[in-house]
């Protein structure tokens, strides 16, 4: 008899207490894991939401985005997670550097 666990995929939960993105402003931080969704929003271009699991200071924390910024980066280089980056914020928008 098959077990569950071995067909089905397993979710990727992103565990860590919820931080604001303006609280990550000009910190290193490690990227450590990322999902986009569709938003509930609606209130971005994109239409869409990052939810982004970083390390700071050894705790994880989850920020969660609609920026449209942060949401293509992570779109072209998740596949690079872990990285470490600096959260930035230039006039009306977000960025890692």
């Known amino acids: 008899m098959k077990r569950f666990a071995?067909?089905?995929?397993?979710?990727?939960?992103?565990?860590?207490d919820k931080i604001k993105l303006d609280d990550l402003?000009?910190?290193?931080?490690?990227?450590?894991?990322?999902r986009i969704t569709e938003s509930k929003f609606g209130k971005n271009k994109s239409g869409k939401c990052l939810t982004l699991q970083i390390e700071i200071d050894g705790v994880h924390k989850?920020?969660?985005?609609?920026?449209?910024?942060?949401?293509?980066?992570?779109?072209?280089?998740?596949?690079?997670?872990?990285?470490?980056?600096?959260?930035?914020?230039?006039?009306?928008?977000y960025t890692l550097s």
């Not at 067909?7 to 860590?16: K, M």
């Open 6 to 16: 071995d067909f089905a995929d397993a979710p990727s939960v992103l565990d860590g």
């Open 25 to 34: 402003i000009n910190r290193e931080v490690t990227v450590i894991g990322s």
């Open 62 to 93: 989850v920020v969660f985005t609609g920026s449209d910024v942060l949401i293509g980066q992570m779109e072209k280089y998740g596949d690079e997670i872990p990285f470490i980056a600096v959260i930035k914020k230039v006039e009306r928008f």
